[in-house]
C-alpha cells in the first residue's frame, strides 16, 4: 500500500502565481522526498528533506516537514508553464532504503 | 534520462507470452528498482535489489521475476503476460539515502492483448 498520499490530487493555477500541494504519510522515515513527472517521462528528483530538518529550499522550490503530523508540503513559487507536470512525494523507512511513493499531485499552470 | 537506460520504450505482447524488459545503467550505483505505475496507484515497487546477486520482493511482485548478475544490469521478466500486467515500468537506480535520491529511466510502456 502507499505511504504517501498527496493533496490536492489536480491543480490548475495561472503563470506566476504559487502552487502549493501537500503530502500524508504513515509511518515513521528517515526522508522524505519529492519528484516531478513530465508526461511521457520518467520521474525527475526535485529535493530531499531528512526527518531532522524542518524546511529545505532550491530555487523556487520550498519544502517543509512536519514528522509530529506525518505531512509535507512542497510550495513552487512564480509558477511557469514549465512547471506543469505531476509531482510525487515518496518516502524511506527509518530501516530502510527503498522509497514509497503516493499518488501525486497533477499542476497545469496556465499561461 | 542520462545513464539509466530502459528498452525497448514500447512493447505490444500477447497473454501468456513470456516478455522482458531491460534495464542499464552506467553510474555503479549499488541500488536498483522496479517500479510499475498505473493510473489511480502511483507507483508500486515489484521488485529491488540492494547489489550484484541480491535480489528483494516490493510491494507487487507476483507474476515477475527479476536477476542481477551485474552491478549494471536489472532485467524484469514477466513469465506468462497477463493484461493486468499492461502498464508503464519504470527502473531506478540509487547510491543509498543520499541527497540525489532516485534516478529514474524513461520507462517502458507495456500492453499485453
Known amino acids: 500500500s502507499q505511504q504517501g498520499e498527496e493533496d490536492p490530487q489536480a491543480l490548475s493555477i495561472q503563470e506566476g502565481e504559487n502552487a502549493t500541494m501537500n503530502c500524508s504519510y504513515k509511518t515513521s522515515i528517515n526522508n522524505l522526498q519529492w519528484y516531478r513527472q513530465n508526461s511521457g517521462r520518467g520521474l525527475v528528483h526535485l529535493i530531499l528533506?531528512?526527518?531532522?530538518?524542518r524546511e529545505k529550499h532550491s530555487g523556487r522550490l520550498r519544502v517543509t516537514l512536519d514528522t509530529s503530523k506525518k505531512s509535507s508540503s512542497l510550495l513552487i513559487t512564480a509558477s511557469r508553464a514549465a512547471d506543469t507536470a505531476s509531482y510525487f512525494c515518496a518516502t524511506d523507512a527509518e530501516d530502510d532504503y527503498k522509497l514509497s511513493f503516493g499518488a501525486g499531485t497533477t499542476v497545469t499552470v496556465r499561461a | 534520462d542520462a545513464g539509466i537506460t530502459q528498452s525497448p520504450r514500447y512493447k505490444i505482447t500477447e497473454t501468456g507470452r513470456q516478455v522482458t524488459l531491460m534495464c542499464h545503467q552506467t553510474w555503479s550505483h549499488s541500488y536498483m528498482f522496479w517500479y510499475r505505475q498505473d493510473l489511480g496507484h502511483g507507483l508500486r515497487l515489484i521488485y529491488y535489489?540492494?547489489?550484484?546477486?541480491?535480489?528483494d520482493k516490493g510491494e507487487v511482485p507476483d507474476g515477475y521475476v527479476v536477476s542481477r548478475s551485474k552491478t549494471e544490469n536489472f532485467p524484469l521478466t514477466l513469465e506468462s503476460a497477463t493484461r493486468s500486467q499492461t502498464s508503464v515500468y519504470f527502473c531506478?537506480?540509487?547510491?543509498?539515502?543520499?541527497?540525489?535520491?532516485?534516478?529514474f529511466g524513461s520507462g517502458t510502456r507495456l500492453t499485453v492483448v
Open positions: 528533506i531528512r526527518s531532522n530538518e
Open positions: 531506478a537506480s540509487s547510491e543509498g539515502q543520499g541527497e540525489d535520491g532516485y534516478t
Open positions: 535489489s540492494a547489489a550484484a546477486d541480491i535480489t
